[in-house]
């Protein structure tokens, strides 16, 4: 088993230097701002923490995939942004307020071809195994995307359609990085399989923590201005729940105009004092600890000793410890 530190010093250096090409400066300019302004890496962290349970040496037959989890998620970060209109990125301007529409979508493009490059540096002997799996998590992210513009269209969403949509838009990709580093680190399907049920549950909860915080976390720790679901009507796990504890008021406050920051601030604060009545942050919270400590239970069913049982652990306290 490889150690955490030796992991986490193998991701220091892997994104120190993305290695992206330096012309057109106008194309790749944006890739490197992405990488730089960084995030937690959880997926390629993952990637590596699973790898290195069954695996004792780091190569960049596992580096390099572990580094095209992380650029393919940074692509649809590029692309979303332009959908959601956000102005903000990890407390930094958005690629596409930066720089513009034409340049955010082009190089969102050219990252989503580079996050296979990498992929293919894979070993040879699972490369087949790997490429299917990614091309398919790939595929199923952007099911989950256009499921959540569906939900925009939408007054009322079931709570069952939000997780599914969820579990493609997010649970899948970090599915896919739990099993992708067991498969590349040897591990046999059963436990491989057992690896990626542990990943989209994190996911999930990861997801339900997110629409949290989006509400009741803190923008400098959050990154991106808090209240941005409320200000674009985004139909969140708070949303959803609320609506389905028959909180008044809600469909007309979340619908109230926010052209001004005061009329935003306003907004945000009614549709919190509307989730306050009916309790739904703690309902956000119970379920992202059951959701997470399902994942681990998941986890435990992947064929390794207590060393790595402790790795699933930790990494899943890291992940959502920050609500629960």
């Not at 580096?63 to 990125?89: K, N, V, W, Y």
């Not at 599915?175 to 436990?191: D, E, H, K, T």
């Amino acid at each position: 088993m490889i150690a955490q530190n030796t992991l986490e010093s193998a991701l220091e250096s892997l994104f120190a230097n993305p290695g992206f090409q330096q012309e057109p400066a106008g194309l790749y300019d944006p890739l490197r701002y992405m990488i730089a302004i960084g995030g937690k890496r959880l997926r390629p962290r993952l990637c590596l923490t699973t790898y290195g349970i069954y695996a004792d040496e780091l190569t960049p037959a596992i580096l390099q995939p572990a580094a095209g989890l992380e650029i393919f998620h940074t692509f649809t970060l590029i692309h979303d942004d332009i959908m959601d209109r956000s102005p903000l990125r990890r407390g930094h301007e958005t690629v596409w307020k930066k720089w513009g529409e034409d340049t955010a979508i082009l190089s969102g493009d050219v990252m989503f071809i580079e996050s296979y490059r990498r992929m293919a540096q894979a070993p040879s002997a699972v490369l087949p195994e790997v490429l299917d799996l990614f091309s398919r998590t790939a595929s199923q992210v952007c099911d989950g995307q256009q499921l959540d513009m569906d939900f925009e269209r939408k007054e009322i969403v079931p709570m069952g359609d939000y997780m599914q949509m969820i579990g493609l838009k997010t649970g899948v990709l970090i599915a896919c990085a739990a099993q992708l580093g067991a498969l590349i680190g040897g591990a046999n399907l059963p436990s491989q399989e057992c690896l990626y049920d542990y990943g989209y549950y994190l996911g999930l909860a990861f997801q339900v923590a997110d629409d949290y915080l989006d509400a009741y976390g803190d923008e400098k720790v959050f990154g991106k201005p808090i209240g941005g679901d409320i200000l674009n009507q985004k139909k969140s796990w708070l949303t959803i729940r609320a609506y389905e504890k028959g909180a008044e008021g809600l469909m007309e406050a979340l619908q109230a105009p926010a052209e001004t920051p005061e009329e935003k601030a306003a907004k945000i604060a009614r549709v919190k004092a509307i989730y306050d009545s009916v309790d739904v942050a703690a309902d956000a919270r119970k379920a992202i600890g059951d959701l997470t400590t399902r994942a681990i239970f998941k986890g435990t069913d992947a064929g390794m000793g207590a060393d790595g049982h402790e790795a699933l652990r930790q990494f899943a306290g890291s992940l959502v410890g920050r609500t629960v």
